[in-house]
């Protein structure tokens, strides 16, 4: 290898990483997490600290997910019915949302707490999204009232395997 | 020359195929991470081979996906296992450690580039010792 080629070579893979780290960054969503880092890091934290209260909500006996959104329709929350039922097998399914949304609707959800204020969401903590408005993720409580995994994660119905992973590691 | 190619476009297959696979789950940030470091361990393994070898590796490229492979080897449990990565997974190079350095991924890219330059000019000098070699050879 001459050293021309060899300088070649480094500009040459050095311009198309950067330009396709650059793409990659051109297409997250407005709603994701503007550091990738913590979105959907899949670590399930074993020095966790106690959930915040949320009036009417009891996390024992099982697991909690706690779904944050903007906008739940109904077909995004039962996207595939047979993944839904293996989610709310393991944890009980609590929605928190900014919009107005019936119960009947939503299949496996067992409570939904609306949000207007944001309250619920602040006390959990959520990074802010690229956009700045109401965290689409969410968090998981293990059956002692431990916050165990807290996400941003505008497409949450798409990744149900993910979820049924950190279910599966929380007790 | 057929051959060297046919290689490259293997890797670069091979590598495509991962990255769509990270790609489908909304997840680029992190192949990126992985392929960084992945092949920044395989570099500095390389260059050092070099060095105190003074020999070239068959295929080098081989070398980095092997390691691209050992770092992202904790989303493959995850995919597949169902299993929630852990501290302990940091023994894949760094797999949930690597995501934090300041700077992210613009940090472990130039990492990356510094490591494949020493790779580079290590590989020339390399290159230019066995052509002076072979010369004074020929001479005597």
Known sequence: MNKPYAIGLWLGVG????????????????????????????????HPEKAPIIDGVSYTLRP?????DRNPIPTKI??????????????????????????????????IL?????AIARKFNFDTPTDGGYPVGYAVVDSKGFLRYRTLDPSYSQHRD?????????? | ????????????????????????????????????????????????????????VVWPLGWVYLAHLVAMF??????????????????????????????????????FMITFAIYLRVSTRENNRHITQEKINTQT
């Open chain 1, 114 to 118: 609306n949000d207007r204020d944001q």
């Open chain 2, 74 to 111: 904790p989303d493959f449990l995850y995919n597949f296992g169902h299993i929630a990565h852990r501290e302990w997974m940091d023994i894949f190079l760094g797999h949930v450690s690597s995501h934090y350095i300041p700077g992210r991924n613009w940090t472990w890219y130039v990492l």
């Open chain 1, 15 to 46: 311009i198309i990483l950067a330009g396709l780290q650059f793409i990659a960054q051109a297409s997250y969503s407005r709603q994701d997490n503007p550091d990738q880092a913590n979105q959907r890091p899949g670590f399930v934290t074993t």
């Open chain 1, 64 to 68: 909690t997910l706690i779904i944050f």
């Open chain 1, 162 to 171: 993910g979820i049924e992973t950190i279910l599966k590691d929380v007790k």
């Open chain 1, 78 to 111: 039962i996207q595939n019915q047979a993944k839904q039922t293996l989610i709310s097998d393991r944890a009980t399914i609590i929605l928190v949302t900014k919009s107005d949304i019936q119960q009947e609707n939503l299949s496996g959800v067992k409570k």
């Open chain 2, 1 to 56: 020359m057929i051959k060297k190619i046919a290689l490259l476009a293997l890797y670069v297959g091979a590598e495509i195929v991962i990255y769509f696979g990270y790609n489908d789950q909304q997840a680029s940030f992190h192949w990126f991470t992985h392929f960084f470091v992945g092949a920044i361990v395989a570099l500095i393994g390389l260059t050092v081979w070099k060095i105190t070898t003074h020999r070239s």
